[in-house]
């Protein structure tokens, strides 16, 4: 059902996405302005999904094992 597959998704703050990757809220805010990180408005509120930041990990990653999380 699509309405199981919505009640997975968590979606973060930009405060938790930068505690999250260390790193200040400007540079996440740079991040979604320049579409390395997929992020939702919701009136003034910018929420980015859990899994738009593990995929952002991934890519970056120079490591095949890090984002495998076998460091």
């Known amino acids: 059902m699509a309405s ?3 009640t997975e998704l968590k979606f973060l703050t930009v405060t938790e ?5 260390r790193v ?9 302005e320049g579409g390395e990180l997929e992020a939702y408005r919701y009136g003034r509120n ?4 859990e899994q738009a930041v ?3 990990l ?3 990653a ?10």
Do not use: K, P
């Not at 910018?46 to 999904?49: G, I, L, T, Y």
């Not at 120079?62 to 460091?71: E, K, R, T």
């Open 46 to 49: 910018v929420r980015v999904s």
């Open 17 to 21: 996405v930068a505690d999250w990757l």
């Open 62 to 71: 120079m490591d095949g094992d890090v984002a495998d999380g076998q460091a």
């Open 4 to 6: 199981e597959r919505y």
């Open 58 to 60: 991934r890519r970056s």
């Open 54 to 56: 593990v995929n952002l």
């Open 24 to 32: 200040s809220r400007m540079t996440v805010y740079r991040m979604i």
